[in-house]
């Protein structure tokens, strides 16, 4: 599944309106890496919330895709932020499950990060699966994921 230009849109879009610092961290259009790790494995319904979620991940513990916030501490509060828009946007979508599951991730990738354990893209993959209600979660799919996954996270 292809994840359209709209959701990164729409998360850029949304994250500038809301503050101005979150505007200025925007990476300019050239520089934004639109690149879908998780959300193929999931329905389409889940994907604009579950980038979201990614992005605020990445902002806590990784290269970012869309942002480039000037320090620490703006990463951690825009990384906040995209979690619980995140968490809206799959609401929205009408399952409270959903919203439950990628809370529980959020959570349990916190506490690998912590502990400096790893397993963390075994985790997004799975939950993503979860939400994929049958969609293809191949190994080659998921190999994929975890190899970009890879490539973003430090």
Known sequence: MAVTLDVWETIAQSAAAESRLWAAALRSDGEREEDA???PLAEERYALGLETIYEG???????????????????????????????????ESGTVEAV???AALISLCAQ???????????????????????????????????????????
Do not use: M, N
């Not at 000037?70 to 990384?79: I, N, Q, R, V």
């Not at 080659?140 to 975890?146: F, R």
């Open 112 to 154: 690998l990060r912590a502990d400096r354990l790893p397993g963390d893209g075994e985790a997004w993959a799975a939950t993503a699966a979860k939400l994929g209600d049958g969609r293809d979660s191949s190994s080659a799919l998921v190999e994929s994921a975890l190899a970009a996954h890879g490539r973003h996270v430090q």
């Open 37 to 39: 790790i998780f959300s």
């Open 57 to 91: 991940y990445l902002l806590h513990y990784g290269r970012p895709r869309l942002f480039d916030p000037g320090d620490a501490d703006t990463a951690l509060l825009l990384g906040d932020y995209l979690y619980a828009h995140g968490l809206v946007r799959i609401a």
């Open 100 to 102: 439950a599951q990628l």
